[in-house]
């Protein structure tokens, strides 16, 4: 069963024991919901990279 992936394994998240836990769950669930398109949250990026090589006299 999942139950939350990398959120609840983050120090501050509840263990699943904890009272708070199903709140925890629900609150992170309902923000998910509230971002995602058709269950897929996109995270538009860019990566720069630069190559070089050393000048050797």
Do not use: C
């Not at 069963?1 to 024991?17: Q, R």
């Not at 769950?25 to 998910?32: D, E, G, L, S, V």
């Not at 949250?41 to 070089?52: D, F, H, R």
Request: charge should be negative; proline fraction near 5%.
């Amino acid at each position: 069963m999942n139950t939350g992936g990398a959120v609840i394994s983050g120090m501050e998240a509840p263990d699943e024991s904890d009272a708070w836990f199903v709140s925890f769950q629900k609150a992170h669930k309902q923000r998910f919901n509230d971002m995602a398109s058709n269950g897929v949250i996109t995270v538009p990026y860019s990566t720069e990279v630069w190559l070089g090589q050393p000048k050797y006299a």
